[in-house]
């Protein structure tokens, strides 16, 4: 606790003096921001992804170090039960129509869901379209989505998609160009590129996540989620091994509905910016 103590007691000392001029609120302000974004020489490393990084703040290292035992998360049992039951009589009482649009195919074949999936979903980042318009610019023009037209013009695709207006435009053209890229290398279309990997989703995965098209692993995850749930793809290898990470959508209805309870509000992304307390949820529920 040695961190947070420093930076407690230094504080203290100014509001005990009382914050009676700009001259105090000056000095609490820059030790605020100094504990919690100031880098300093020797704080230590922190091992991530297979390379060592240092730790950018006093803060850093001590929501590193006792995120998990501030945060206490703990698993309702009985709330889990009580949700899952009331979601399956929802289920019984519209005949599973409650949950259609989730899944909602707009009527296409399994090879075109999957071709729009595959080469669309790498564009969902801040700021998306939905499925249906993507499905409807499909039936307008199936010639949007061939991958050699993409790869020859992967601007022009962003561009008929309708994403240029969406953020991080830089990306949407490359991102574009590789995953066309990726089915010309193993000459496969969508509906076929799982045949490339035996059936493997994981093999599938890591491939697809290593190529660079903007797949990492939530999205390359929810991708498999989707093929599989609407038997689109019919081989299930490893699907044990494919999960979604929680983001903060999921974490709210976990703890408004009671499920997972925490001694504290979850922090702000901008003090929780590793994203801590999200893997301590992932974990804590696989537990």
């Known amino acids: 606790m040695d961190d947070l103590k420093e930076f407690v007691e230094e504080i203290s000392r100014f509001i005990d003096d009382g914050i009676d001029s700009i001259d105090s609120a000056r000095e609490i302000i820059s030790r605020m921001n100094a504990f919690l974004y100031t880098t300093e020489k020797d704080l230590g490393q922190i091992e ?19 995120h998990k035992e501030i945060l206490d998360l703990q698993i309702d ?6 949700v899952a039951s009331a979601l399956h009589e929802v289920f019984l009482r519209t005949s599973g129509r ?33 499925f249906k318009e993507y499905a409807e610019l499909f039936l307008s023009d199936p010639s949007i989505f061939d991958e050699r037209m993409i790869y020859a013009s992967p601007e022009n ?47 599938f995965r890591d491939a697809l996540i290593s190529y660079q098209a903007g797949y990492g692993y939530k999205k390359a995850n929810m991708l498999i989620r989707d093929m599989v749930v609407l038997k689109i793809w019919n081989s299930k290898r490893n699907f044990d091994q494919i999960d979604v990470a929680s983001d903060v959508n ?25 994203c801590y307390q999200y893997e301590y ?5 696989v537990q």
């Open 77 to 82: 049992d009985e709330k889990c039960c009580q």
């Open 250 to 274: 999921t974490i709210k209805v976990a703890l408004r509905t009671g499920i997972m309870q925490s001694a504290i509000p979850l922090v702000s992304s901008f003090l929780d910016i590793f």
């Open 157 to 203: 695709f962003v561009k008929l998609i309708g994403t240029t207006s969406l953020s991080q435009n830089d990306k949407r053209g490359q991102y574009a160009k590789r995953i066309a890229q990726f089915l010309l290398e193993y000459q496969k279309t969508p509906y076929e590129i799982i045949q490339a990997f035996d059936g493997d989703l994981v093999d």
């Open 281 to 285: 949820v992932d974990k804590r529920v």
């Open 98 to 130: 409650a949950f259609e649009q989730i899944y909602d195919t707009c009527g296409l074949e399994k090879e075109d869901v999957c071709r729009i999936r595959l080469l669309t979903a790498n564009q969902d980042f801040r700021g998306s379209r939905s």
């Open 48 to 66: 991530e992804f297979g390379q060592s990084f240092q730790f950018f703040s006093k803060f850093h290292r001590y929501w590193y170090e006792h």
